[in-house]
């Protein structure tokens, strides 16, 4: 295989230079592009798989009739400075007209008095627009960019933006900007959607199904799954940053490939596993030595891989009854690296005194939410960890440990 230097780079890549920088997703951001033109989709992947540098390749590769505005919802702490935020963006693309910006930042201005007022006790402000009519208002005029284009909404990191919402005390808001997305997305034919985010919309809708809401939010916006690189694309990838970081090896396509396969052809992986080999130059590398480079990054100072977060998220974002009991789930599917049938796993569940009592019907309930936010993955009445370099690194942290 012929490789072509690359460098290593955690950072997201400009939409200038995705095309050169992202390796391996041609084909995948052309599938995207032909799902999103029959309607709006749900990326969905777990972190770190690349989701945001799909989308900068795929803008960057857009069809003629595709007008694509990126959005990141992440550091946004409202409903309506979204909006506002979200047409201050569409006017430094000339989406919008400069009466409409203008509208736009005012009413957003009078809206930061009125809160202001609220907190010191002044005397209130009269009721304002709501922000809902003028996100209409924005994506009806943003629809209005002739019968060959189509505007794509990519909002990115969606999830985060409804859970701060949710969290704050706003989970009205949060509904309401799903039901009115859903409501544009059914009256104007020409605009699509693009949701996405390493949290997964599964748990905030669930979050919000068990507080009432009874709305089918994204019912009309299938899931497109962002995987792991091919074997061949993830050797290449690891070949081309082997060659780049100018690491010793002696066959760098057998160096390359058990680059890809320690990584589980992961991107963000590849490029930790790398550069654990650049920080060790005194080493000629080997496909023996390669493949245990990932149990140093499992215990390397600062979790520079970022495994932690999947033992970290499920406090932070599951309820409290089903964070025990998926742990003790994990703990033992780590122990298994081709998984266990249902009724084995139930069995050896109940073992634990955590999980004594858990009936099947429960079980099953808990590993479904496992597998939709991509811990696990289920073949058949078998079940285990989607990625095994996750698996490897959730053994050694909990699963041999009897926890």
């Known amino acids: 295989m012929i490789y072509r230097p690359l460098r290593i780079t955690f950072g997201t890549p400009g939409i200038d230079m995705a095309s050169e920088q992202v390796v391996g997703r041609d084909a995948l951001a052309a599938e995207m592009w032909r799902a999103v033109e029959e309607g709006s989709v749900r990326l969905l992947s777990e972190r770190r798989m ?8 795929a803008i960057a590769k857009k069809p003629d009739w595709a007008v694509p505005i990126s959005f990141e919802a992440e550091g946004v702490g409202s409903a309506p400075e979204l909006v506002w935020r979200l047409n201050e963006q569409l006017h430094v693309q000339k989406l919008i007209d400069d009466d409409w910006r203008t509208r736009t930042g005012d009413w957003f ?35 209005e960019l002739g019968a060959s284009r189509k505007p794509v909404l990519v909002i990115d990191e969606l999830p985060f933006f409804l859970d ?29 959607m693009i949701f996405c985010g390493s949290l997964g919309l599964h748990l905030v809708l669930k979050g919000l199904r068990e507080a009432g ?12 799954e962002v995987p792991p690189l091919d074997k061949e694309d993830g050797q290449y990838l690891s070949g081309c940053l082997l060659l780049g970081e100018e690491i010793a090896c002696p066959a760098i396509d057998d160096c390359a490939r058990a680059v890809a396969e320690a990584a589980c052809e992961v991107p963000f992986y590849i490029q930790h ?5 650049r920080e060790q130059r005194h080493c000629e590398w080997t496909p023996s030595s390669i493949r245990r480079i990932p149990s140093d990054l499992f215990v390397a100072l600062g979790d520079p891989a970022e495994f932690k977060y999947y033992d970290s998220r499920l406090d932070q974002y599951y309820p409290d009854d089903v964070v025990e009991r998926s742990r003790v789930a994990l703990d033992i599917l780590s122990r298994h690296s081709k998984g266990l049938p249902f009724d084995e796993l139930l069995n050896l ?55």
Not at 213 to 224: E, H, I, K, L, S
């Open 50 to 57: 690349g989701k945001t540098w799909l989308l900068r390749l």
């Open 164 to 192: 701060k919402l949710i969290k704050a005390g706003h989970s009205e808001d949060a509904i309401r900007f799903l039901d009115i997305l859903r409501q544009l997305r059914q009256t104007l034919p020409s605009l699509r």
């Open 109 to 143: 201005r009078r809206f930061l008095q009125r809160m202001q007022g609220q907190q010191l006790g002044a005397a209130e402000i009269p009721e304002l627009e709501s922000w809902f009519s003028f996100l209409e208002g924005t994506c009806k005029r943003l629809s």
């Open 273 to 277: 596993v790398v550069k654990r080999m």
């Open 349 to 403: 569940v109940r073992h634990s005194p955590k999980t004594l009592m858990l009936d099947a019907a429960s079980l099953l309930d808990m590993l479904q939410i496992l597998r939709d936010d991509h811990y696990l993955i289920q073949n058949g009445p078998r079940w285990r960890f989607k990625l095994d370099i996750v698996r490897r690194w959730w053994f050694q942290q909990r699963g041999e440990l009897g926890l």
């Open 213 to 224: 809401y009874t709305g089918r939010a994204v019912n009309d916006m299938p899931p497109f």
